[in-house]
């Protein structure tokens, strides 16, 4: 009988501190979860194809321009490239080479191209 009395003493002690500690809130109502917190909305990132490099060297009166681009980005032979200025049209080149390491030559086919200018692809 003993052993009957410290078995299921520890169990219904158990149980009865088991009922006090429902989800239930101060009017006796079940408590709801807590609304789920709104993912932070994330920046869509898309990459640009947009190809683009810088005049490094120019000469106005020979027609053409040494242009550098990032590593890995390189235009093709006799593509056709606009050249900006403070974000203003100011020219075309197209790419002729030779090509070493980043840089490339290109013929200036209208307007200028000045040490600085921005050249992307149309």
Known sequence: MRFWRYLLAPLLLSLACAGCTGTRG????????????????????????????????????????????????????????TVYRGGLKVGEVRVTGPQRDDKIVADVVAGEAAEGDEVRSP
Do not use: D, H, W, Y
């Open 26 to 81: 101060k009017s006796g109502e079940p408590q709801t979860t807590a609304p789920a917190r709104p993912e932070p909305s994330r920046p869509i990132v898309t990459p640009s194809n947009v190809l683009s490099g810088r005049v490094l060297k120019s000469k106005p009166g020979m027609g053409f321009a040494v242009l550098v681009f990032p590593v890995g980005q390189m235009p093709a032979l006799e593509q056709r490239m």
